[in-house]
Each structure stands twice: as C-alpha cells, then as structure tokens.
C-alpha cells in the first residue's frame, strides 16, 4: 500500500495539473500553503505527542475547499465535509481517523477558541505558516498570541 500523506498529495497535484490554465496559480498558492501547513502540522504533533502523519494529512486537506473551489468563504464547516469525502474516496483513513482529521479542518479557522489538542496542531500550523510564510509582513492581530505561545514553545526570538 502506498504512504497515506503521498497518496492524498499527489490527489491534490493531479487535481492542480488537470485544472484550467487561468485557475492554475490561485491553486498552486492555495497547494503550497496545505504542504507548509502540513509540515508544521508534522513538527508540532512532534513536539506535543499527537498523531504526526493523521496531523500532516488534516495539515494537506485543511484548505482544499478553498483550492477546489477557489472560495474561501465558510472553507473550514465546508471543508470537513469534502475532507471526509476525500479520505473516504482514496480509503486512506478509518472512520475513526476521518472524525478526528475533519474535527481539527472545521476547526482551524477558530483561532480564538481552544479545542482539542489534535484540533490545536491545525490551528497553530495555520498560524504559523501565515506568519513566517514573509516575516516582514505584520503579524495580523487576530493570530498575535497564538504566535507568541508557539514562539515560546519552540524557543524563537521573534523580537529581534
């Protein structure tokens, strides 16, 4: 059997290199944003004691309603739904690992609430490829203290 994560990225590449020339650039900065929030997702489940590839998976499908229909509104309830899709079509994932993947995707977008620490991996992965992704941008006020507390939690000088 093929490595789950590899099967659900190339999913996603296929998806990206079938779809119309002009949508092809929203959806390559929409795929590479879920592969960078799929590697923190890895380092932080890592670091927390969490399921490192389920958390790498939700990390690759949190945003894909978003790339799959380049509409972000209500991305996070509606991406849950074609996540679960998504797993169950591929048969990469137990039913009991598709509750708790498309428990943290319909969460991450509740950045000011805490949830599950499964739930939590999403949500601090998004936060912190949105505010490494350019250093140089300000850090948007809504994601500022989860960002300091990862930055505690991982020993980075972010005041420099």
Request: glycine content about 4%.
């Amino acid at each position: 059997m093929e490595n789950r994560i590899e099967t659900l990225r190339k999913f996603i590449e296929n998806l990206l290199f079938s779809s119309a020339a002009e949508d092809r650039a929203v959806r390559f900065n929409y795929m590479s944003h879920m592969n960078s929030v799929s590697q923190f997702c890895a380092l932080i489940a890592l670091r927390r004691g969490e399921n490192v590839e389920l958390a790498t998976m939700a990390g690759l499908l949190h945003d894909f309603y978003a790339f799959q229909t380049l509409n972000a509104e209500n991305h996070a309830e509606k991406g849950a739904v074609l996540a679960r899709e998504v797993l169950g079509e591929l048969k990469v994932a137990t039913d009991d690992e598709m509750n708790l993947i498309c428990s943290a995707i319909r969460n991450h977008s509740a950045k000011g609430s805490v949830h599950s620490p499964f739930d939590e991996v999403l949500i601090d992965a998004d936060v912190l490829q949105h505010c490494l992704y350019n250093f140089t941008i300000p850090i948007a006020e809504w994601e500022k203290s989860r960002f300091e507390n990862l930055a505690k939690e991982f020993g980075l000088d972010i005041y420099r």
